[in-house]
T-cell receptor
Framework: AQKVTQAQTEISVVEKEDVTLDCVYE???????LFWYKQPPSGELVFLIR??????QNEISGRYSWNFQKSTSSFNFTITASQVVDSAVYFC????????????FGTGTRLQVFP | NAGVTQTPKFRILKIGQSMTLQCAQD?????MYWYRQDPGMGLKLIYY???????DKGEVPNGYNVSRSTTEDFPLRLELAAPSQTSVYFC??????????FGQGTRLTVV
């Protein structure tokens, strides 16, 4: 069965601190996609990144970076120099592209960035 | 640039009432999904569709029904509302093997 675990329920940091959100996944598929979504206080879901299971290269986008390690089934997300606008709930998700791309979500990590 | 449009945004239902949550997408995506998000939880899949005329159950389908008569529309029906169906409902669509595009959500309260 597929499963996504985000063990950190809530994280609080002070602005400009770096913060890493953990994501561990389980799947028996060899082909899959991993995602991160952001849910700000307004409630919508904002797509951040999609990673193919065959692409283990780390990715950086501005202050955001992602570390994908198949050996530990992890897809961690780091925000460098956090800002108050980063305060949100962040969801990690897994999908099977050969099974209608249904998303399996983790329970989310609430990040609070204080000024 | 409408994307995925959900209506209504908010609704209060009494126990036993019925309602339909509307979802429409203008991106010609084949795949569409309904998820529910309970407080402090991730999203769980209720129903999904891979194209017009084809629907299937997700993880938590009990108490819901769907139909997909056109590519654009994927309504979710609650027949006999129960307090356990109080949740935020998200509709999403996908063009296959890429990220899902989500609507703004419908916050439903059953009292």
């Amino acid at each position: 069965a597929q499963k996504v675990t985000q063990a950190q329920t809530e994280i609080s940091v002070v602005e400009k601190e770096d913060v890493t959100l953990d994501c561990v996944y389980e799947t028996r598929d060899t082909t899959y996609y991993l995602f991160w979504y952001k849910q700000p206080p307004s409630g919508e879901l904002v797509f951040l990144i999609r990673r193919n299971s065959f692409d283990e290269q780390n990715e950086i986008s501005g202050r955001y970076s992602w570390n994908f390690q198949k050996s530990t089934s992890s897809f961690n997300f780091t925000i460098t120099a956090s800002q108050v606008v980063d305060s949100a709930v962040y969801f990690c998700a897994l999908s099977d592209p050969y099974n209608t791309d249904k998303l399996i979500f983790g329970t989310g990590t609430r990040l609070q960035v204080f000024p | 640039n409408a994307g995925v449009t959900q209506t209504p945004k908010f609704r209060i239902l009494k126990i036993g009432q019925s309602m339909t949550l509307q979802c429409a997408q203008d991106m010609n995506h084949n795949y569409m999904y309904w998820y529910r998000q309970d407080p402090g939880m991730g999203l769980k899949l209720i129903y999904y569709s891979v194209g017009a005329g084809i629907t299937d159950k997700g993880e938590v389908p009990n108490g819901y029904n769907v139909s997909r008569s056109t590519t654009e529309d994927f309504p979710l029906r609650l027949e006999l509302a129960a307090p356990s169906q109080t949740s935020v409902y998200f509709c999403a669509s996908s063009p296959e093997t890429t990220e899902a595009f989500f609507g703004q959500g419908t916050r439903l309260t059953v009292v």
